[in-house]
């Protein structure tokens, strides 16, 4: 339902330049077109402009289905299935379809068919539609027809003109009344109250047809499909550059980022429920989103209640996989827990928070005497990490990130001996809490796993779904972003060479990333959603002696979206793909350039390649992006 006509007027704007302007093949725009719920496209562009989106080849194609042409009748059996299926047939109309006179004959002998007169032209006739037959055109039945077989029909017309519907594609008035011998007036008050209960829809749908027509809505469905996936094979795939170059760019990174909280908000919206790395999330993934990124404007959501945050397993170094959702879909976008692992001081400290609310680690610490400053904070962490406790600002984990700090005292007034000897660790800050309890329903969180990804992507694929490790997987997200497609609200297709036929997007998105201008070196975490080698697109072959993952620590740089540069984790290991100055020098200048913002730190690089840096081909690009030799490779400062 649109919500005003001011609404509808602009979506029909959309909708009709999307059709007729632009530099998409014409296939595409027809494509997206049918994808409409079938209402709002009538709505929209009204029901004429379906002469122009459905194929001739897929009409003709469902029609000789429909009609049993697909396949020759083999026995006596299929001769009567098929009489019971598609009504009266004559005698020429079966022999078409592989019946033979013997068949017919057998059938007669057998008091399962007859012979009528209908529309002055002899036709055989189900014995079963006897009493409709007389009811409906007042046909005379031959001697001998069976009483069960004469009782009277409550709708018999009713009955004949939704079967011919049914086993046809679009059709006149005048076709049904010709078939029939009715006059058209009788035909056509029927056909109109059919309309009226919603068993036939109206409108101008054959191709090169002319004048209203009437249809079947299951047949019309048919007919849009075949049509759409006709349509589909017809658009050319894109390059997998250009996903790869397409997904910063959707998810708001470098040049096409946000200002602001607004702009941190949406990131979070759209970031809801992947788990990333913590040490990449506020050091490369936020900062390359919003412009003007500081970590108090996340600590501003979270204290505020409108952002949670959720850990989803540790990591060495006091890194850990960590998810971040708005407050209100935090129970559908953050991943099922399970306790039954927990050390006993972690369900002491549980127990604790359970009946306490949030509470700073001085509440927790004095609830738990018999449990000592180490062991309340290790308990603390197992809980985040187990993804059921969160803490108002995000302070505590950049403590872990940044490495062991001197715990400041708890408190400076007298206090009992063992109270005194009590400290607050840099990592246990702010106040902690449950986070709220999950909705656990598969069919809601399946429909919040297909919506998450399709604002995420916009062209969302197998392998895309798999590197994010939802729950169910491509699995569960299928069933409900092929509805979506069924209703209009994405569309399935081969978008992207090379991923499969099951790939699922938002027009808009398909229409961005095959438009979209060349991009310069972008850096990204190699973990960031954002990056679709790894994901989406394989990683290239290479011939290192070691192999690209997305891994935690590891960066990549991408030029115009072929990758060029993979980092490994702290940097004294590099792999290229590319000797063309015209792409290692952008991205050796990006990677410079991301240490001197203090995004990666310093960085020293010793091997390149599987061999020492300095005798690789990058040696050159790296020094003249001001990185400095050392007695073991090349080194930058931030």
């Known amino acids: 339902q649109l919500p005003s006509p001011y609404a509808r007027s602009l979506l029909f704007d959309y909708v009709g330049a999307f059709m007729y302007e632009g530099d998409q093949p014409l296939a595409e725009r027809k494509a997206a077109a049918l994808a409409l719920d079938a209402t709002l496209l009538a709505e929209l562009l009204g029901t004429a402009e379906l002469r122009e989106l459905l194929d001739p080849d897929a009409v003709a194609e469902v029609e000789a289905e429909l009609a049993w042409r697909t396949r020759p009748l083999a026995d006596t059996e299929a001769v009567a299935d098929a009489l019971r299926v598609l009504g009266d047939l004559t005698t020429d109309e079966l022999t078409s379809r592989?019946?033979?006179?013997?068949?017919?004959?057998?059938?007669?002998?057998?008091?399962?068919?007859?012979?009528?007169?209908?529309?002055?032209?002899?036709?055989?006739?189900a014995i079963e539609d006897s009493a409709r037959v007389r009811d409906a055109l007042g046909v005379p039945l031959p001697v001998g027809v069976p009483e069960a077989f004469l009782e009277p029909v409550a709708e018999p017309l009713t009955d004949l003109l939704a079967r011919f519907a049914r086993r046809h594609g679009p059709f006149l008035t005048a076709d049904a009344a010709m078939r029939f011998g009715l006059g058209p007036a009788v035909v056509e008050a029927e056909l109109s109250r059919m309309l009226g209960s919603g068993r036939l829809v109206r409108g101008e749908f054959r191709p090169s047809g002319a004048g209203t027509e009437w249809c079947d809505p299951d047949?019309?469905?048919?007919?849009?499909?075949?049509?759409?996936?006709?349509?589909?094979?017809?658009?050319?795939?894109?390059?997998?550059?250009?996903?790869?170059?397409f997904l910063p760019a959707w998810q708001g990174v470098g040049a096409h980022s946000g200002r602001g909280i607004d702009a941190l908000l949406r990131v979070v919206e759209q970031l809801a429920g992947v788990a990333v790395p913590a040490s990449a999330l506020e050091s490369v993934m936020l900062p390359g989103r919003v412009a003007d990124y500081r970590p108090e404007l996340l600590d501003e959501l979270t204290a505020s209640g409108d952002v949670v945050w959720a850990g989803q397993g540790a990591l060495p170094g006091g890194d850990g996989w960590i998810t971040i959702a708005p407050a209100e879909s935090a129970p559908l976008a953050l991943?099922?827990?399970?306790?039954?692992?927990?050390?006993?001081?972690?369900?002491?400290?549980?127990?604790?928070?359970?009946?306490g609310g949030a509470l700073f680690f001085r509440d927790i610490s004095a609830r738990?005497?018999?449990?000592?400053?180490?062991?309340?904070?290790?308990?603390?962490?197992?809980?985040?990490?187990?993804?059921?406790?969160?803490?108002?600002?995000?302070?505590?984990?950049?403590?872990?990130l940044s490495g062991p700090v001197r715990a400041r005292p708890l408190a400076r007034r007298a206090a009992p001996r063992r109270a005194a000897a009590r400290v607050i660790p840099p990592s246990t800050g702010g106040r902690w809490s449950l986070l709220p309890a999950r909705d656990d329903d598969p069919t809601r969180r399946a429909h919040a796993l297909a919506e998450g990804l399709l604002d995420r992507h916009g062209i969302v694929t197998r392998g895309a779904v798999v590197a994010e490790r939802a729950g169910g997987g491509f699995a569960a997200a299928y069933p409900v972003l092929k509805a979506f497609e069924e209703t209009g609200r994405c569309r399935r297709g081969y978008f992207v060479d090379g991923l499969g036929g099951a790939q699922f997007a938002i027009p808009a998105a398909v229409d961005r990333m095959r438009t979209l201008p060349a991009q310069g070196a972008q850096l990204l975490a190699a973990t960031d959603p954002a990056n679709a080698y790894?994901?989406?697109?394989?990683?290239?072959?290479?011939?290192?002696?070691?192999?690209?993952?997305?891994?935690?620590?590891?960066?990549?740089?991408?030029v115009d979206g072929e990758l060029c540069l993979y980092v490994e984790r702290g940097g004294k290991s590099l792999l290229s793909w590319s000797d063309d100055p015209a792409m290692i020098q952008p991205a050796v200048d990006a990677l410079a350039l991301a240490v001197r913002d203090g995004i990666l730190g310093r960085l020293a690089v010793e091997r390149a390649d599987g061999g020492a840096v300095l005798d690789s081909p990058l040696a050159e690009a790296l020094q003249v992006a001001g990185f400095r030799p050392t007695p073991r490779g090349l080194r930058l400062r931030a």
Do not use: F
């Not at 047949?219 to 997998?240: D, F, H, T, W, Y």
């Open 98 to 125: 592989g019946a033979t006179p013997m068949m017919l004959v057998a059938l007669e002998d057998q008091r399962r068919a007859i012979r009528v007169r209908i529309a002055g032209e002899e036709r055989w006739l």
């Open 219 to 245: 047949v019309l469905r048919s007919l849009r499909r075949r049509s759409m996936a006709k349509l589909r094979g017809e658009i050319e795939p894109a390059p997998q550059a250009a996903l790869a170059r």
């Open 335 to 355: 991943g099922l827990t399970d306790d039954a692992s927990l050390t006993s001081e972690a369900s002491q400290v549980l127990a604790t928070l359970q009946n």
């Open 368 to 400: 738990l005497p018999d449990l000592d400053n180490r062991t309340v904070t290790t308990a603390l962490w197992d809980l985040v990490w187990a993804g059921l406790i969160t803490n108002d600002t995000l302070a505590p984990l950049r403590s872990r």
């Open 534 to 558: 790894g994901a989406a697109l394989r990683w290239p072959d290479h011939d290192g002696s070691h192999r690209p993952g997305r891994k935690a620590g590891a960066v990549v740089v991408l």
